[in-house]
């Protein structure tokens, strides 16, 4: 707050260059307004247009689907793993078509997408692979760093995700090509921001494109290099936490705790049990009635009234993702959580099933 600049200052690349370094070491970050900002960058960065397709899942939040759409372009509906809620490949394979310029593939509740799979499609049929790991900033599939795995990898930094900026988001990419037209977009379509004009001793500025004011202050990026260097800690207990709910939960009947596949570091944004689908709405009630701040994520987004009527999307076009989302409670899960907290979640949650099952 005291240096000369409260935006588009150096703050700002210095915490691009940490969460890059961090991510393991991507050669281009930049930080934008949101996550959501992040992921529309990451659209027009790619060029998509009307008359294009980008595969989506549909279980994750309405942004990952609208961002296709703030470009014209039309999110086609992947249905998911039974297991994960996970985007499924194979489903992926089957959507492509001759108009699909792109996937993106979601790390649900920071569990990290089958990204080898997706790498292998992208490949194969020359599409290009965004990672939405909004919920996943320290995870890690197969040895590597979320931040490493796509074409493009977007975070959130909003104040529910690992660490905040109040609001805030980025964007990584290993491309030159790519980090220029997301710096472009980011600042109104302007070849060059008020810092590099500064630097330059320069006044002149040209629009080159039409883009959005998405980005972020220089305080919010210290605090976010502050929010960093914390992070271990935060995803440590987590992972405690998420590890106590685990051997809970499986001795109590109806209480199903999403998988986890192998090679891979969770990073626990969220912590999502599966209850009986007639009992979902009692045993939500009831752990709101007793303190437990339970939530559930996420509708489907091809069931939203906007999709379903400018779209015309609805029930059965992904099943799977719809038979979980009648299923499905987020349980408390953050890195201030108490072990008598804890225990109270794992107490509740039992008792209201066990009420709800009669």
């Not at 909004?134 to 490493?148: D, F, I, N, S, V």
């Amino acid at each position: 707050m005291q240096t000369d600049w409260l935006t588009t200052g150096p703050s700002v690349r210095k915490f691009e260059e940490t969460i890059a370094l961090f991510a393991g070491g991507v050669p281009h970050a930049v930080a934008v307004s949101s996550g959501t900002a992040g992921l529309h960058s990451a659209m027009f960065a790619l060029g998509i247009q009307p008359g294009d397709e980008v595969i989506v899942p549909p279980m994750t939040f309405a942004a990952t689907a609208n961002c296709v759409l703030y470009q014209g372009g039309m999110p086609v509906f992947a249905d998911v793993d039974p297991g994960t809620l996970l985007i499924d490949p194979e489903k992926v394979e089957n959507k492509i078509t001759s108009k699909t310029r792109a996937i993106i593939g979601v790390d649900y509740a920071g569990h990290p997408c089958d990204w080898d799979a997706l790498r292998d499609i992208a490949d194969r049929n020359h599409l290009a692979l965004v990672a939405d790991s909004c919920h996943a900033l320290g995870a890690e599939y197969k040895g590597r760093k979320t931040g490493t795995l796509a074409d493009m990898t977007v975070f959130s930094f909003h104040p529910v995700k690992h660490i905040t900026t109040g609001e805030g988001g980025m964007v990584l990419t290993h491309s030159a090509v790519l980090d220029n037209r997301l710096r472009l977009f980011r600042n109104h379509g302007i070849a060059s921001d008020s810092h590099q004009r500064e630097q330059q001793g320069v006044w002149h500025y040209e629009m080159t494109d039409l883009g959005f004011n998405y980005r972020i202050t220089d305080f919010q990026s210290a605090l976010g290099i502050s929010q960093l260097a914390k992070l271990p800690e935060f995803l440590k207990r987590r992972r405690e936490i998420a590890a106590r709910y685990d051997a809970a939960f499986s001795d109590v009947l109806h209480v199903r705790p999403l998988d986890v596949q192998g090679e891979i570091r969770h990073a626990y944004h969220l912590y999502v049990v599966r209850v009986p689908a007639e009992a979902r709405t009692s045993i939500f009630l009831k752990l709101r009635q007793e303190g437990v701040g339970t939530n559930v994520h996420y509708i489907p987004v091809h069931l939203h009234p906007y999709y379903r009527q400018r779209l015309g999307t609805g029930p059965g076009l992904c099943p799977v993702a719809e038979d979980a989302y009648k299923e499905i409670l987020s349980i408390p899960i953050y890195a201030q959580m108490s072990d008598a907290e804890i225990d109270h979640v794992i107490s509740r949650l039992s008792v209201a099933v066990q009420e709800a099952r009669g």
